[in-house]
């Protein structure tokens, strides 16, 4: 089958609604990945249909989660930061399929965020940007998600980048496995208050959603 097919196949088992732009820019967003790779050292992926699975549709299967939560939050225009997003992902999906949030992806890799930028101008998507820097950095409290996909344990992803986020703000991880022992490492300033378990169409390696919050004195912020 083809990218385009095995695309919107994944699509229906994701339940996931795209117009016919949002799936042709997914597929744009692919073969940009696939010709830049070698001078940006994107991914280790160099199979397109290995890659549609273990980067597009594995991105893809975090659309829904976050637009309910984005929803229910009620903010007209919420702003997502994608930290160590590398190549883009989740970042560049979620531009892609949520035009009404602002997307911020950050990497300490010069080239990667580099590549993002470009992505961002090639596809025409005005709610996306790049910047190259450490999360650290970031302490504007602007963010009313931060996430994050195979980018570090949860004590420093949550450290790093609490500054980022708004006083209310979430953190979301996508992980593998259930990550009992970075769970209890978190201690009482971090909050893991939703698992969801990801079927990512394709792959037969276990992922999940963690969505925590902070703590302030003692109560939930």
């Not at 949002?22 to 010709?35: D, E, H, P, T």
């Not at 300490?108 to 025409?124: H, R």
């Not at 390696?205 to 912020?221: Q, S, V, Y």
């Amino acid at each position: 089958m083809s990218l385009d097919s095995n695309l919107r196949e994944g699509l229906l088992t994701l339940n996931l609604n795209l117009s016919e732009g949002q799936i042709s820019a997914v597929l744009q967003y692919q073969g940009l990945i696939a010709k830049w790779n070698k001078v940006y050292n994107l991914t280790a992926i160099r199979d397109e249909q290995d890659m549609l699975y273990s980067h597009l549709l594995d991105s893809l299967a975090v659309v829904n989660p976050l637009k309910t939560v984005l929803g229910n939050r009620g903010e007209p225009h919420p702003r997502v930061l994608d930290v160590g997003s590398g190549a883009g992902l989740p970042g560049v999906i979620l531009a892609i399929c949520l035009p009404e949030v602002e997307v911020t992806c950050v990497d300490t890799v010069g080239k990667k965020a580099a590549f993002i930028q470009q992505v961002a101008l090639g596809l025409g998507l005005r709610n996306l940007k790049a910047v190259h820097a450490r999360v650290e950095t970031l302490t504007s409290g602007d963010w009313d998600v931060v996430c994050s996909r195979a980018f570090a344990s949860l004590v420093d992803f949550t450290r790093w980048s609490r500054a980022a986020l708004k006083p209310n703000g979430l953190w979301i991880a996508m992980k593998g496995k259930h990550p009992s022992d970075e769970l209890t490492a978190l201690g009482a300033e971090v909050q893991m208050f939703h698992v969801e378990q990801l079927n990512v169409p394709g792959l037969e390696a276990e992922r999940c959603l963690l969505w925590l919050r902070p703590i302030a004195n003692g109560t939930a912020g």
